[in-house]
């Protein structure tokens, strides 16, 4: 008897094992194949790699299967992106071993010809998805249509895993995949998973997403019937996972594991039929250069793409040092940051513009205190449409009049992008008249309080919010002066693929020989060094005293983020 029980103990502890699932997972790598330009210390592919390895091994020890995920965005956003027309960053993820990876904004930047031709020349080893993307029925894109898929099935743990991707339909992005259109995630997640269920019969329904948290929860709230969501985008590191409500008030565990490669996200999930997914384990492992052994494979293919890099631009030439920072450089989010200030300022300065427009969206790596290179500069603006130009997007300038001035800005609000302007400052003001913004600083309501979401209904801001005391410079807009306005290539080429009426603004533009990334390496070279002060200036007025403003005379303005989306980000970090 006492030998059965302990039969039957055992078969019920290996019954257990069997419904357990490990899940790793990556997300926005942005082909950063050596390691975190921000912290050196941390990432690298290599070691992502052998990180995966261990703990698929550990967890096969103990009777886990494994699936090994991408949240998407592995190309775009760093100098690798250039070896091979975007090649290496393609077919690394390969050589990683993922089981699936989801379609990322930055996967499709490039076009979708140069997609389509990029898919057909290097076939993935992995399950690649994009449930939202839907092509014309007349486009002829065959590498698109016989690689990019809506699910995948896995049968592991026991039981059947249906695996959708879904990624981002952010206007900023979406209009480069052309010849289709990418449709809303909640729409397209809930009428898919209904015909999943019905076809499939899975016992589970996983999302890997490339939305931001954000737009995971309104996903949810629009769907019903998703069971987890890995998610991508918004470079969140999770550190426990999120819970938000689907469309029956179900609570769906969502994670996310930051970017470029800083962590990997493990999930332990007990898995069984006809119940709810439980967590049993989840965490960040930190990839740390000091303490993580390198993948022999992966390594040799990052530096057989580094030798491509090498001879394309000079070793010698990419790592000079043509400049210091004093602080940590970071891109603006929520407010305005020294370093996107001097970026917009470099795009101006270049083709001598009275104005310009940057978004901080379009930037790459934040770089941390010390000699910032050639390579520096562009790994934090790492932006192309075409590998020919090997020195990314090129600076475009037209001239506009006051007038017409005024309703771009108006027309530029209504976006709702975080974007900076250099020689462009305005005010916020209530129904009081009373300013609560003013040269991208938040000023409040009079008591001391800052209301939220100013910038959110009418033309980008709320209904309830005038836009006031436009100026260029310093100096009150005249309707009938031509100002030169300077604008990187992703926005001309973005705006003309959105709008007639920035087709219709820009049809004299003129497109300069001078690239962003060379414009950041002039300024860099003429100033040498960056400083906690660049781009403040302070305002000519007593704390709470709204009259005095009206003199404030500034060169920044910034358009963050609502307070709603910073509150959400903040708690998911």
Known sequence: MREILILLSLLLCLSIQAERLQILHTNDLHGFFDHSVANPRLGGYARVKAIIDEY??????????TLVVDAGDFMEGNLYYMANKGAKTFNIMSTMGYDAVVVGNHDFLMGTKKLNTLLKDNPPKFSYLAANFQLDKTAFYSGIRKSIKPYTMFEKAGVKIALMGLTTDELFYAWAFKHGKI??????????VEEIRKKENPDFVFALTHLGTIKDEKMLKNSKGIDLVVGGHSHTAMFRPAYFPNKDNVKVPVVQAGSHGKFLGRLILDLEKGKPVKIVKYELIPIHKAHTEEDEVVADFVRRSREIINETYGEEWLKEVVGHTDIPLIHSGWRMTPWTAWITDAVREAVDADISFHSPNFGGANLPVGDITREDLFNTHPRSFDHKNKLGWSIYSVNIYGVVLKSVIRLVLKTQQPLAFSGITFDLVDKKNNIVYSNGQWIGNGDGEVDED????????????????IKVNGKKISSY??????????????GLGISSVAKLLLRK??????TVWSALINKMSREKNITREYGQSKPNYIE???????????????????????????VCR
């Open 544 to 570: 709470g005293n709204q009259k005095g403003l009206k003199d404030f005379k500034g060169p920044y303005q910034f358009i963050p983020y609502t307070m709603k989306e910073r509150e959400t980000y903040n």
């Open 454 to 469: 100013v910038f959110n209904k009418y033309l980008g801001i709320d209904g309830k919010f005038r836009v006031k005391n």
């Open 509 to 514: 533009i003129s497109k300069s020989e001078i």
């Open 481 to 494: 002066r031509k100002y030169r306005v300077a604008l990187n290539e992703g926005i001309v080429v973005g």
């Open 56 to 65: 698929k091994a550990q967890a096969a020890s103990e009777g886990i299967e």
């Open 183 to 192: 449709k809303k995630p909640g729409k397209v997640a809930d009428k898919l």
